[in-house]
Structure formats: structure tokens, C-alpha cells
């Protein structure tokens, strides 16, 4: 059996029964590494059986984690997919049918994989929902995962990760997002990507925070590559990210709704303002505007946008805007 490794130093792993991860303290993480029972989401080592609310030995808790865009249809919270694309089984890598899989990525090392194709997880989703029962509001989230990738195929994929609080409006993190290579290698095998993000969330006590992975083709022909989630980890904090370096660096951005402009205010100079849709598309950047100066995007549909502000001393901060 693996070892959970966290990137965020050394912490107690923490679960009880609920319909989804339950994070009843702060500052400790919580991991899902599909290896063994985690409550409300996967009960024994997964096994690629599908998807319940009160799951059989080795499926997934469907009140926890639930996948949309296969040509079975979209399973809700709650539902239960036990055949077909929801139900692909075991497998090394290297399948062609597509669905859902458990992975083994590593001796005995099983992660939530998907096979996409035409019809399958081109578009889709995969939603984790992470419920705040610390008795506090949290302010803050750590996250990280790996992200495994079997490139036997010449067609890259994007994956974009966002959030949400109601599981409808969802906020893009771009830092999170990766673009599989085109070309299959010349020897396939799964090859690890980590990802990690700290971010700013405000979280009242007995409310969910939903995280979304949304898989899609890139580029090139032919296959697809399958890709798999393993060693999924959140914290929260009731404290927001960077109060020391907030309090020397102070980054507004306004009038926030805008029509046409708005203006980033800092006390260090801007490197690069990156402006991202709901979709993860990158819709405009802008390079070494002048603090205050206006920045004109009266030519974006109306919409949520993050702001995504690099400062010369390599700090970034990203921002919730609205063009109305």
C-alpha cells in the first residue's frame, strides 16, 4: 500500500461519516488516495465499480464525487452508475473503451482515471464536494493532487480546475490547469504531474466548496490519452493566505462590477495581468501596465472573470471581477 505523501508538511488525515468529505478541523488535511475507505467517498481500495450513495467495496461515494459528460449520461450527487461507462473496472493503462477506470498508476496504487473519446469526457466533468463542518468560517484553502497521464495516444488534452460555493457559478484557477503533450511517447507509461494551489475562499460554517475538474481535447487527431486524480488534499484555514505579505502589498482592482475599463491598483510594479473566463480560456493578457492606468475590456461578454496579477517580484494574486 502506498504512502500518502503531503505537500504541505506533516499533518493528521482526518474523516467521519458523512455524505461527503467532512472537514472538522482546521489546519490539518484531509487526503483521498483511493486506497483505502475515506467516508463519503470511496469505501475500501476503488476498484472501478461505479458510483452509489452508499457505496459496495471498492466504488465511489456518489454524495462525494460525481462525473458528467459520458455517453451513459451525467451522474448527479446522490445517484447511483454501477455499469457501463461508470463502471469501466481495473486496469493498467493502455485501454481504448471509454468511461470511468480505477488506475493502477503504481503497484498496488490505484487513482480515479478516465479513458476519454469522441463520445466520452470530451467534454466532462469531475466534481469533489468538501463540506466545512469546523464549527468556524474558513478563509482560506490549501489544495493539492497529482495528475497522472498516460500518453499512448497523438492528441493532447486540456484540464481546467475551478470552484465553486453553490455548484453552479464556478471560479477558475489557472494555476491549476494542464495541457497533456501531443505527441504519445515512445514508451507509454503513467507519468505524474503535481499540482498545488493555495487560494482565498471564504467558507461559512456547514457549507460545501465544490471542486471542479473539467477535461477537454486540445489538439492533434486520432485517440485520446487516459489520465487519473490520485492523493487529493485540502486544507482550510480560518486565516486568509499571505496576511504578512498582503499588509506590505496592497492590490485593488476596481470598479468591480465594470462596463468598459477598470484599473489595478498596487504598491509594486505589475509584471503581467492575466484575464481568464469561466471556461479556463485566457482572454486577454497585458503586459507591464502602469498602476491605476485604465485597462480597457469593454469587449468581453458579460460574465465572471478571474484576474490573475503578477507582480516584478514574482507575488501573484488573483481577483473575482464582473463585467455587466
Given amino acids: 500500500?502506498?504512502?500518502?505523501?503531503?505537500?504541505?508538511?506533516?499533518?493528521?488525515?482526518?474523516?467521519?461519516?458523512f455524505a461527503q468529505v467532512s472537514i472538522t478541523e482546521l489546519n490539518v488535511a484531509s487526503v483521498i488516495d483511493f486506497d483505502q475507505t475515506v467516508s463519503g467517498i470511496n469505501e475500501g481500495q476503488f476498484n472501478g465499480s461505479g458510483f452509489a450513495p452508499v457505496p459496495a467495496a471498492g466504488q465511489i461515494n456518489s454524495n462525494g464525487i460525481i462525473v458528467t459528460g459520458l455517453s451513459d449520461g451525467n451522474l448527479s450527487f446522490g445517484?447511483?452508475?454501477?455499469a457501463g461507462d461508470f463502471a469501466r473496472g481495473a486496469s493498467s493503462g493502455g485501454v481504448s473503451t471509454g468511461g470511468m477506470y480505477a488506475f493502477e498508476v503504481a503497484t498496488d496504487n490505484y487513482a480515479l482515471g478516465v479513458q476519454p473519446i469522441a463520445s466520452d469526457f470530451t467534454p466532462g466533468d469531475l466534481i469533489f464536494k468538501?463540506?466545512?463542518?469546523?464549527g468556524s468560517q474558513v478563509e482560506s484553502v490549501v489544495l493539492s493532487f497529482k495528475l497522472y497521464i498516460y500518453n499512448d495516444e497523438d492528441r493532447?488534452?486540456?484540464?481546467?480546475?475551478?470552484?465553486?460555493?453553490?455548484?453552479?457559478?464556478?471560479?477558475?484557477?489557472p494555476d491549476l490547469d494542464y495541457v497533456t503533450p501531443e505527441a504519445m511517447d515512445a514508451s507509454p507509461g503513467w507519468v505524474l504531474v503535481e499540482r498545488s494551489l493555495s487560494f482565498d475562499e471564504s467558507i461559512p460554517n456547514g457549507t460545501s466548496l465544490y471542486l471542479k475538474c473539467t477535461g477537454d481535447d486540445e489538439g492533434g487527431a486520432d485517440s485520446r490519452d487516459e489520465f487519473a486524480i490520485d492523493d487529493f488534499s485540502i486544507i482550510f484555514s480560518s486565516t486568509p493566505l499571505n496576511v504578512d505579505q498582503l499588509t506590505e502589498v496592497t492590490v485593488d482592482v476596481a470598479p468591480n462590477p465594470f462596463c468598459e475599463q477598470f484599473c489595478i491598483e498596487s504598491d509594486e510594479n505589475i509584471q503581467f495581468v492575466h484575464i481568464y473566463n469561466s471556461a479556463g480560456d485566457c482572454v486577454k493578457k497585458v503586459m507591464n501596465p502602469v498602476s491605476g492606468h485604465p485597462i480597457q475590456a469593454g469587449d468581453l461578454p458579460e460574465g465572471i472573470y478571474m484576474v490573475k496579477i503578477t507582480l516584478s517580484d514574482g507575488i501573484t494574486q488573483t481577483h473575482k471581477i464582473m463585467k455587466k
Fill in 79 to 82: 445517484e447511483t452508475q454501477t
Fill in 130 to 134: 468538501v463540506t466545512n463542518n469546523t
Fill in 1 to 17: 500500500m502506498k504512502t500518502v505523501i503531503l505537500l504541505v508538511g506533516f499533518f493528521m488525515v482526518c474523516f467521519l461519516s
Fill in 156 to 173: 493532447s488534452s486540456k484540464f481546467i480546475f475551478s470552484s465553486s460555493l453553490d455548484n453552479v457559478d464556478y471560479f477558475h484557477n
